[in-house]
């Protein structure tokens, strides 16, 4: 059945007002000007004029949601987190653990493969494993009793643990035994992602020469910028094929400081990532995050140390964010919430995007970004 939407839709390379999508069979046959449709239905046209139509948006880092963690390692968990991000307009994510015990994190991996998703909820798009292989100097809030040194075979173990879902592994490069474990990442086209990390230049330099391509949430939990030693966060802004990941909730990296990766980087190397944790839509409280104890206050979620644990952020925020603290024009903002994690998951021929050929996930926001309406396959999900 042919359906229509008509409004001023976000596309990769721009904004078309008063435009229009056409789909059939869940699939984009049509993007353009607005035409008549004379013979449709009233069910089968929704106009939405008070803001856009973006494509559906991918969080490639978010441990949590609606009260539930990828690490309680259960369907019911999995589904809640499902359920409550796509109410902001996600439509697929990767389900991102924290620093763990080995053989807890086989069940968790094994559960997130096994899982499958159901009407009203976004699509789990594989794992990112963030730890165990982490520098306990820049633990961040990972819990320090599971930081694990890598040895040769770990990366084949991860692999193998999450019968192919592996699609992200956070590590920090200057450990003993990490050069083995890229290469056996790599080598099986799983993303090596640097973070957690007092890594020089150098050794960033060296880790990427071996196919690390990604650093974990820029500027946080990693070695900053000094003029004698860039360390991690000058060799995110330095190496052109690197792929950066950014919080944009205004409290783990300063406005301006997130301008200066956008300029430097160029928005098509930049990810906005949520990093969210199981308190998102939920009241201030404790929280649990791998075993420690987080509490929600005013936006942010802290240890009692006053670290930063995950955040509270969701990603469509993220982008009305990037757009004001970087005057990034809002289809670039969207691009990087969609489009480019779509390329990075090598999935863009399908989703991530409004353009003709691709799947209808498509979600309808004000003009403050707040979410209306979710389709999948241009069937309804979520509305307001």
Same mark, same amino acid.
């Given at each position: 059945?042919?359906?229509v ?5 976000? #596309?990769?390379?721009?904004l078309?007002?008063?435009g229009q999508?056409?789909v059939?069979?869940?699939q ?9 449709n ?14 856009y ?9 978010v ?8 690490m ?10 499902? !359920?409550?991000? *796509? ?6 994510? #990767? !389900?991102?653990?924290?620093? +763990?015990?080995?053989? %807890? ?6 559960t997130v493969k ?6 009203g ?8 494993l963030?730890?165990?292989?982490i520098?306990?100097?820049y633990?961040?809030?990972q ?10 075979g ?7 643990? =999450?019968?192919?879902a ?7 490069p ?6 083995h ?18 890594a ?9 020469e071996l196919?690390?391509s990604?650093?974990t949430?820029?500027y946080?939990a990693?070695? +900053?910028?000094h003029?004698?030693?860039? +360390? ?5 802004? /330095? ?7 950014v ?5 783990? &990296?300063h406005?301006?400081a ?8 160029g928005?098509?190397k930049?990810?906005? *990532? =949520? ?6 839509d ?5 929280y649990?995050?791998?075993?420690l104890? &987080? !509490?929600?206050?005013a936006?942010?979620? $802290?240890l009692?140390d006053g $670290? #930063?644990?995950?955040?509270?952020? $969701? #990603?469509?925020?993220a982008?009305?964010?990037t757009?004001?603290?970087t005057? $990034?024009? *809002?289809?670039?903002? &969207?691009?990087?919430? =969609?489009l480019?994690?779509?390329k990075?998951? +090598?999935? !863009? %021929? ?11 996930n498509?979600? /309808? ?6 979410v ?6 241009g069937i309804?999900?979520?509305s307001r």
């Amino acid at each position: 059945m042919k359906k229509v939407w008509i409004g001023n839709i976000v #596309l990769p390379n721009g904004l078309l007002k008063n435009g229009q999508i056409t789909v059939e069979d869940g699939q984009i046959v049509y993007v353009g000007k607005q035409q008549t449709n004379e013979d449709l239905d009233q069910g089968q046209c929704v106009e939405w004029k008070e803001g856009y139509i973006w494509p559906g948006l991918l969080d490639i880092h978010v441990h949590g949601a609606g009260g539930a963690d990828v690490m309680d390692g259960n369907d019911a968990a999995l589904s809640t987190i499902a !359920a409550t991000l *796509i109410q902001y307009g996600v439509t697929g994510f #990767l !389900a991102t653990t924290v620093t +763990g015990e080995k053989d %807890h994190l086989s069940k968790v991996m094994s559960t997130v493969k096994s899982w499958k998703r159901t009407q009203g909820k976004a699509e789990i798009l594989g794992i990112h494993l963030e730890g165990p292989w982490i520098c306990p100097a820049y633990k961040g809030a990972q819990n320090p009793e599971y930081i694990q040194f890598p040895k040769e075979g770990d990366g084949k173990w991860a692999y193998q643990a =999450s019968d192919g879902a592996l699609k992200i592994v956070t590590l920090a490069p200057e450990n003993e035994g990490a050069e083995h474990v890229i290469r056996e990442l790599v080598e099986r086209g799983v993303i090596v992602s640097i973070g957690h990390t007092n890594a020089t230049y150098a050794e960033v330099e060296k880790a990427v020469e071996l196919g690390a391509s990604h650093i974990t949430h820029t500027y946080n939990a990693m070695s +900053g910028f000094h003029h004698r030693e860039p +360390g991690v966060v000058g060799a995110a802004l /330095a190496l052109d094929n690197v792929y950066t990941e950014v919080i944009v909730d205004g409290y783990h &990296v300063h406005p301006k400081a997130v301008d200066v990766l956008i300029k430097t980087k160029g928005t098509a190397k930049v990810l906005l *990532i =949520s990093d969210g944790i199981r308190a998102i839509d939920m009241p201030e409280g404790e929280y649990d995050l791998g075993g420690l104890r &987080v !509490a929600t206050h005013a936006g942010k979620a $802290t240890l009692a140390d006053g $670290t #930063l644990a995950g955040s509270l952020l $969701t #990603l469509n925020i993220a982008i009305m964010n990037t757009v004001r603290f970087t005057n $990034t024009p *809002i289809w670039e903002a &969207v691009n990087m919430a =969609s489009l480019i994690p779509a390329k990075r998951l +090598g999935v !863009a %021929h399908e989703i991530g995007s409004i353009e003709v050929g691709k799947r209808a996930n498509m979600v /309808a926001v004000k003009e403050n970004g707040m979410v209306q309406q979710v389709w999948i396959d241009g069937i309804e999900q979520y509305s307001r």
